[in-house]
C-alpha cells in the first residue's frame, strides 16, 4: 500500500509542479519521476527488511544476495528511467522484472510472510487480490509513460 501511496503522491506532486513551472501536463515525465521515486522507496526497503524479503524468496538459493541484488535493480532501474538513452532499455528490463517478481509475491503471500516482522502473520492470501492489480499497474504505468511515449515521439526518417 505504501508503493501506492508514493507512487500516486510523488506522480501528483510532480504533474501540478511542472503545469505552474510550464504551464503544461507532462504526464509521462511525472509518471516516470513517480516511478523511480517508488522504485528508490521500494530498493531500500530491500536494506532495511532484508531478513523478511530473503523469506519471499527462500525457496531459491542465496535469498539474502538476490534480496540486496534486486534492490540495487530497483535503485538503477530508477536512474535508468530518468535517462533518455537508458529509458526504453530500462523500461523494457523493468516490465520483465516486474513479471519475474510475481511468483514471490505469490509465495510470500501463501505463506502469510510479513516483510517487516520477518514472521508469518502477514495478510496471507488475500494480499494477493491488492498485489496482483499492484503489479499489472506497474507494468502498465512502465509501459506507458516509457515504452509506448518513446514509440510515439520516435523520429520518423525516409529512405
Known amino acids: 500500500m505504501e508503493t501506492l501511496i508514493v507512487l500516486l503522491g510523488v506522480f501528483t506532486i510532480t504533474l501540478l509542479f511542472v503545469k505552474l513551472t510550464s504551464k503544461r501536463f507532462e504526464i509521462s515525465t511525472a509518471a516516470r519521476i513517480a516511478m523511480a521515486a517508488m522504485l528508490a522507496f521500494t530498493a531500500v526497503s530491500h536494506f532495511v527488511f532484508t531478513k523478511g524479503m530473503a ?15 534486486t534492490g540495487v535493480i530497483e535503485l538503477v532501474a530508477a536512474v535508468g528511467l530518468l535517462i533518455p538513452k537508458t529509458r526504453l532499455l530500462t523500461a523494457k528490463l523493468l516490465v520483465l522484472f516486474f513479471i519475474v517478481l510475481l511468483p514471490a509475491n ?4 501463501s505463506h502469510s510472510i510479513n516483510l517487516q516482522t520477518a514472521s508469518y502473520n502477514g495478510k496471507g492470501l488475500s494480499y494477493l487480490w491488492f498485489r496482483v492489480p499492484l503489479q499489472l499497474l506497474f ?6 509513460s ?12 525516409a529512405y
Do not use: C, D, E
Not at 139 to 144: C, M, R
Open 55 to 69: 523469506m519471499m524468496v527462500s525457496f531459491l538459493p542465496w535469498p539474502t544476495v538476490i534480496v540486496y541484488a
Open 106 to 109: 505469490i509465495y510470500a503471500a
Open 139 to 144: 507494468i502498465g504505468w512502465v509501459y506507458f
Open 146 to 157: 516509457s515504452i509506448r511515449n518513446q514509440a510515439l515521439h520516435k523520429p520518423v526518417t
